[in-house]
């Protein structure tokens, strides 16, 4: 019996007990997809199922505070359990489980790992139901399994990577990391861990002292891997394309690709493409961005209206907001070159 099954009993059973929308908790994108198309096939017409995960686009993720007179399935991840409130919810169904990021000391990058939720987590997604009115949630796992779960999620800092939180007190004279007084100390291991990334970048020295890359580095406003590329960049003047790959993997694939729509989204990304790599291919994105702005010297007189701009970008399938984040963020990185008189 597979969650697709068990979430289409659970929405059954609460069906038959009366009015309400009902608001499924589910790990994420994926599975958020697979569960929808398995609820449109086997409920009812006239049931509106409403997807709810971060890379939707601003549009899609307003629906679901948009006025209805259908009962409704939301789909989300934990977003919904305390980012927001989605209206109108009676009955909560909950997968127990979420995408939790996580530092692999084998792998030594941080990872999307699926996790059963903790008790906290699993008692506030129940009361999502309880807004407006007295709710039912059903919980896809056993009052044992429940039980036996942490009271609270780990705190971040105990499941990150230290390496940007180490280089930033080193920068401050905070003195010894080891030593500093955390409400909840990480692993000795986690520490080792960003002090060996950190010499590997040439950020310390053998002895876990600054060195005078560790310094730069540390007024960056980046991950030290990214902030790295840049100084590199910088030495074999590359900077304006890198300015613009750093930014992009500091935010969300701009690229959208609707439920409904995800062939006309591919081939409207495909212009995007670019055989040599995805980096290359951000760049091509970038451009063309910037064309559409009449910012870049070979289209001044492709410069359109600010509401132009955002419909050709929702026609191409690439999400306003993300954009918007891309650009802040770029905007950023320029000030800092700009402010160490760096040459673009």
């Known amino acids: 019996h597979g969650l697709n099954d068990a979430i289409g009993d659970a929405v059954e059973e609460l069906w038959r007990d009366g009015r309400g929308d ?58 919904a359990e305390t980012s927001l409130t989605v209206p109108g919810i009676r009955y909560v169904v909950d997968a127990g489980t979420a995408r939790v990021k996580r530092y692999s000391y084998r792998n030594k990058v941080e990872q999307l790992l699926i ?13 999502r139901c309880g807004r407006v009115a007295d709710g039912v949630a059903i ?19 105990l499941r990150s990577s230290l390496a940007g939180v180490i ?5 401050l004279r905070f003195g010894q990391v080891e030593d500093f007084p955390f409400i909840e100390p990480p692993p000795k291991r986690a520490i080792a861990d960003g002090y060996q990334l950190l ?8 002895l876990n002292e600054l060195t005078p890359m560790g310094d730069e580095l540390s007024r960056l406003p ?11 960049a910088r030495n074999r003047e590359a900077l304006a394309e890198v300015l613009v790959i750093a ?29 040599r790599s995805e980096f290359m291919g951000d760049i091509k994105l970038w451009n063309w961005l910037e064309e559409t702005r009449g910012r870049r010297p070979q ?11 955002e419909q050709l970008l929702r026609e191409n399938f690439i999400s306003v907001r993300r954009v918007r984040e891309w650009r802040d963020i770029h905007s950023q990185l320029l000030t800092t070159v700009a402010e160490h008189g760096w040459r673009l």
């Not at 398995?38 to 948009?66: T, W």
């Not at 996790?115 to 009361?127: F, K, T």
């Not at 980046?222 to 590199?232: C, H, K, Q, T």
Request: overall charge negative; charged content about 30%; proline content about 7%.
């Open 222 to 232: 980046l991950d030290p891997r990214v902030g790295r590329m840049i100084l590199e």
């Open 22 to 79: 009902i608001l499924v908790f589910l790990p994420g994108e994926r599975e958020i997809r697979e569960a929808a198309e398995h609820l449109r096939k086997h409920h009812p017409p006239g049931v509106e199922v409403v997807p709810l995960f971060a890379r939707l686009s601003q549009q899609e993720q307003d629906q679901v505070f948009e006025p209805h007179s259908a009962r409704r399935i939301v789909l989300a991840t934990n977003v």
């Open 299 to 309: 289209a001044p007189e492709h410069k359109l209206s600010h509401r132009k701009q």
């Open 139 to 157: 919980r896809l796992y056993e009052a044992d399994d429940f039980a036996a779960r942490p009271k609270y999620t780990d705190p971040e800092i």
């Open 247 to 275: 930014s992009a993997m500091s935010v969300q694939n701009v690229r959208d690709r609707p439920l409904e729509a995800q062939q006309q989204a591919d081939a409207a990304h495909k212009k995007f493409d670019d055989e």
């Open 199 to 206: 010499n590997e970048l040439g950020a310390v020295d053998d």
């Open 115 to 127: 996790e059963p939720v903790s008790q906290s987590a699993a008692n506030q997604r129940s009361g």
């Open 167 to 171: 280089l930033r007190m080193k920068s």
